[in-house]
C-alpha cells in the first residue's frame, strides 16, 4: 500500500523560509515522478515544481528560481522535498505532495496536505 505524507509547514512573515518534506512509502516501482502543488481555497490545486526518479526537474513560472525540489531516498522511502526562501504572501495556501509512475500527469497518490502561511 502506497503512502504520501507531508510535513514542514507553518505560519511565517514575508521574507522567511520553510522546508517542506514528503514521504512516499509501499512505492513498488523502480520509475517514478513527484510533484508539489498548491491549492488556496476557491481555485485548482496548481503544480508548482516536480522531479523524477532520472533526477529531471521543472518548476512552474511563479516559483522557478526561488524554490527548489530535491530528492532522496531512504529505507525504501522516496522523500522529496521543496526548499522556499522569500516566502511572499501570495505563497499561502494548501501544498500537496503526489507520486505517479510515468511523468507528473494524472499523479496516482496523494497526501493530505500540509498548510503554508505567509503574513505581510
Known amino acids: 500500500q502506497v503512502t504520501v505524507a507531508e510535513s514542514g509547514g507553518g505560519s511565517v512573515q514575508a521574507g522567511g523560509s520553510l522546508r517542506l518534506s514528503c514521504a512516499a512509502s509501499?512505492?513498488?516501482?523502480?520509475?517514478?515522478?513527484m510533484a508539489w502543488f498548491r491549492q488556496v481555497p476557491g481555485k485548482e490545486r496548481v503544480m508548482l515544481a516536480s522531479?523524477?526518479?532520472?533526477?529531471?526537474?521543472?518548476?512552474a513560472d511563479s516559483v522557478k528560481g526561488r524554490f527548489t525540489i530535491s530528492s532522496g531516498n531512504a529505507d525504501k522511502v522516496l522523500n522529496v522535498y521543496l526548499q522556499m526562501p522569500n516566502l511572499k504572501p501570495e505563497d499561502t495556501g494548501t501544498y500537496y505532495c503526489a507520486i505517479e509512475r510515468w511523468g507528473c500527469g494524472a499523479m496516482d497518490y496523494w497526501g493530505k496536505g500540509t498548510q503554508v502561511t505567509v503574513s505581510s
Open positions: 509501499g512505492w513498488p516501482y523502480s520509475t517514478w515522478c
Open positions: 522531479i523524477d526518479s532520472d533526477g529531471d526537474n521543472m518548476y
